[in-house]
Structures are given as structure tokens and as C-alpha cells.
């Protein structure tokens, strides 16, 4: 397996990752996908998790400054920011989406100083507004944001807009592009349906009625 389709291999092969035209998958928002990524299936299979971990850890090694916290975002990035958190021997913390109602309201849980460089773990991103948002929260806790890794990417325009009002450049471990690639090399998929496909990253609202609308 080429090391550099491993995440996506091993997406596809436990089902995290499902490819559907015509009928498409439906998010919560409304839009209509042809592609659906449910990564929280990753925490069933030890091994399939440790390879994600250990690209994670890879990847924050490498970073300059270090990262002294990671953050993992709630509630499907806490498992990973604690496997990876563990494996590098590093303080953790997790961000909720909103304050607590009760108790001490708040919504950075775990313990972080003013000015530790942080690095967020999350575990995919669409249009990037909750992970922007997870971002936010820290810089104004005091947090130095270095980076925001995640395990998969729609690659959504909307995000690369997002993402450029915080200066932050998330980077995936794997994406809609080049898993797509794997698929039409390997068969799954032709060329013509994977353009089909990656079209969605552009107009995610009218992708479905541009292609399959009567």
C-alpha cells in the first residue's frame, strides 16, 4: 500500500468513507453529498486508529515551535487528541462547541495556560466554521494556535475562505481529491464520475440539482 493513499486505503476498506450519486447522502445542513465521511467508525479497529495516530504524531513532531497541548475538538476529535496526546507525552484538552450550561460553564476542559502553543486535532472538516470556531476559542483563552490537523478533508471552498481570516492552514491527513484519485487507480470509480464528484467541492449547495436534478 503506497504510503501516501494509507489513510484513504484504509477509510475506504472499513467503510468510513462511502461514495453515492444518484441517490446522495444528505448532511444535517441540508446539502445534498455525494461523498460521506464517518470517521468515529476509526475507533473500532486498534489497527486502523494507530495508523492515524501516527501520521498525527508524525506531523507534530515536525512542527516549529512544538507543540506543548493538544486540542482536541468535541466531540469526535477527543478520542484521537488523547491517543496522540499519550503517544507524544503531552497535556490535552478538548473544546466543546458552546460554554457549558452548568457547573463552570466553560468550554475549553482540561487545563491551559496563557501562551502554550497548541495544536488542534479534529476529525474532519467541511466548511471549517466549527473548527474555526474551536480555534477562536482557544486564542482567546491565551492558547498560541499552531496548527489544525484532521483526518479528513471535503476540501469545500467555503473552508479555504474561512480558514483565511485565522491565518491557519488546516492540513488533512487525507482528501476528497486524493481519495478520489485512489478509487479511479484503483478501479472503484471512473474518471468521469470522480470529476462528478469533486465538483461538489465548489457549489456544495447545487451540486446535486447541476448533475441529477430533473
Known amino acids: 500500500m503506497a504510503k501516501q493513499h494509507v489513510v484513504e486505503e484504509t477509510l475506504l ?8 450519486m444518484d441517490p446522495p447522502f444528505k448532511w444535517a445542513s441540508g446539502i445534498r453529498s455525494p461523498i460521506y465521511c464517518d470517521n468515529r467508525l476509526l ?20 512542527m516549529t515551535p512544538a507543540p506543548g ?23 490535552m484538552v478538548y473544546v466543546r462547541a458552546s460554554e457549558k450550561a452548568h457547573g463552570r460553564g466553560r468550554s475549553i476542559e482540561g487545563v491551559l495556560s496563557e501562551g502554550e502553543v497548541v495544536v488542534v486535532i479534529e476529525d474532519l472538516i467541511s466548511t471549517g466554521g466549527s473548527s474555526a470556531a474551536v480555534v477562536r476559542r482557544l486564542k482567546e483563552a491565551g492558547a498560541v494556535v499552531t496548527g489544525l490537523l484532521s483526518i479528513f478533508s471535503y476540501e469545500l471552498e467555503k473552508a479555504a475562505e474561512t480558514f483565511s481570516g485565522l491565518s491557519l492552514t488546516p492540513k488533512p491527513l487525507a482528501t476528497i481529491s486524493s481519495l478520489l484519485e485512489l478509487a479511479v487507480d484503483r478501479g472503484h470509480l471512473s474518471r468521469e464520475d470522480a470529476a462528478i464528484v469533486n465538483d461538489f467541492r465548489s457549489d456544495p449547495d447545487g451540486w446535486y440539482d447541476r448533475h441529477f436534478g430533473k
Open 43 to 62: 475507533i473500532s479497529y486498534p489497527g486502523a486508529r494507530s495508523l492515524v495516530v501516527d501520521r498525527f504524531a508524525e506531523i507534530v513532531k515536525g
Open 13 to 20: 476498506r472499513i467503510g468510513a468513507v462511502v461514495i453515492s
Open 69 to 91: 497541548v493538544i486540542a482536541g475538538t468535541a466531540t469526535s476529535g477527543i478520542p484521537f487528541a488523547a491517543w496522540l496526546a499519550d503517544r507524544l507525552n503531552l497535556p
